[in-house]
C-alpha cells in the first residue's frame, strides 16, 4: 500500500512540474534551428518544430532593445507534426533600419524562444554608414558589395595626407578610433576590380 502510495505521488509530481514549466513559458524544447538573414532589406525568419511536437499557434516579435517587443506577425491555428519536422518562416518587410533587430517567437503551451538578433545598415543615398558615428573606440562603414568584390578605403586628414588604407570583401570596413587623433578626416572607397568610388567624410572622437 505504502509503494502504491509513492508511485502515485511520483506521478503526481511528474506531471505537476510539466504544468507549470508550460504554465511558466519555460519549455521550449519542441523548437529547432531559428535564425534570421537580411536580404534587401527584408529580414527573414526561419525555425523548425521537431517531429512529434505541437503547438498552439505562433507568435512574432520584434523589439530594439530586448526589453520592449511588438508582435509584427503570427501563425494560427495548430503547428508542428506528429510524424516529421516541419519548416516554418516569416519575413519583416520592415524591420527598424540603423538599428539592432531582436526577434523571439511565442509558440502556444510553451512559452518563448531565445532571441535571435541581426543590425539592419541603411546605406541610403551617400553610398555608405557609419556606425556609431562620430567613432570613440571602434566603428564600421558600411557600403554596397553584393558582389563581394575587393574594395579598399583610403583615410586623409585635414591636410589631406593619407593615414589609413585597408581593404576588404565584405560590405563594411572597421575602423579602431584609437588609431586616430580627434578630428574629421576624409576617405574614398573604391571597387580594385571597376572604377566605381564612394567619397565621404568621418568624425572621430
Known amino acids: 500500500m ?25 519549455d521550449v524544447t519542441i523548437l529547432n534551428n531559428f535564425n534570421c538573414f537580411e536580404a534587401d532589406g527584408n529580414v527573414t525568419l526561419n525555425w523548425v518544430i521537431k517531429s512529434g511536437s505541437t503547438c ?34 516569416f519575413v519583416d518587410m520592415n524591420p527598424i533600419k540603423n538599428a539592432i533587430n531582436c526577434y523571439k517567437l511565442e509558440l502556444g503551451n510553451y512559452g518563448f524562444s531565445e532571441s535571435v538578433k541581426i543590425e539592419i545598415v541603411d546605406i541610403g543615398s551617400t553610398g555608405y554608414q557609419i556606425r556609431p558615428h562620430p567613432i570613440k573606440s571602434s566603428g564600421k562603414i558600411f557600403f554596397t558589395n553584393k558582389q563581394m568584390s575587393t574594395h579598399q578605403i583610403t583615410i586623409y586628414n585635414a591636410a589631406g595626407k ?5 581593404t576588404t570583401e565584405q560590405d563594411f570596413f572597421e575602423v579602431n578610433g584609437a588609431d586616430f587623433s580627434s578630428g574629421l578626416y576624409l576617405f574614398d572607397i573604391s571597387n580594385l576590380s571597376g572604377n566605381a568610388r564612394i567619397a565621404g567624410k568621418i568624425v572621430f572622437r
Not at 593619407?162 to 585597408?166: G, N, R, Y
Open 162 to 166: 593619407i593615414v589609413f588604407v585597408s
Open 56 to 89: 498552439n499557434g505562433i507568435t512574432i516579435f520584434r523589439s530594439v532593445d530586448e526589453v520592449n517587443f511588438e508582435v509584427i506577425g503570427d501563425i494560427q491555428g495548430v503547428c508542428g507534426n506528429l510524424s516529421q519536422p516541419e519548416p516554418y518562416s
Open 2 to 26: 505504502i509503494r502504491n502510495l509513492v508511485v502515485k505521488l511520483c506521478i503526481l509530481y511528474h506531471f505537476s512540474l510539466l504544468f507549470f514549466s508550460n504554465a511558466n513559458g519555460q
